[in-house]
């Protein structure tokens, strides 16, 4: 499982020329990437689920901390965690890929 996201941050452009760097001000900077759950550590109130965030130009990570249940009829956590991060506004628009 993993989710589809696009996010809307504040970026700069870098250009790398064989004199140096030349950066560009800072700009709005929309970026799709696969979301993906590469790490789950926790208890059996919360885990921490690491995401990793990638497309063809970059890849990052980023942690969150995820409520979860342990109730006998819940979805493993790995589930939990994707099915609570589609409940935060950055990922309002997310799909499941």
């Given amino acids: 499982m993993a989710l589809s ?3 809307t941050t504040l970026g700069t452009t870098r250009i790398e020329t064989s ?3 030349i950066s560009k001000n800072d700009e709005t900077v929309v ?3 696969v979301a993906r759950v590469v790490n789950i550590d926790g ?3 919360h885990v921490i689920a690491k995401l990793e965030f990638a497309n063809s130009d970059m890849q990052f990570v980023r942690q969150f901390v995820v409520p979860v249940s342990v109730a006998d009829d819940a979805p493993n956590f790995i589930r939990q965690a994707y099915l609570y991060l589609k409940t ?5 628009t997310a799909t499941d890929c």
């Fill in 5 to 7: 996201v696009t996010m």
């Fill in 19 to 21: 004199f140096g760097s």
């Fill in 31 to 33: 970026i799709t990437a």
């Fill in 43 to 45: 208890n059996k109130d």
């Fill in 88 to 92: 935060l506004p950055e990922f309002a």
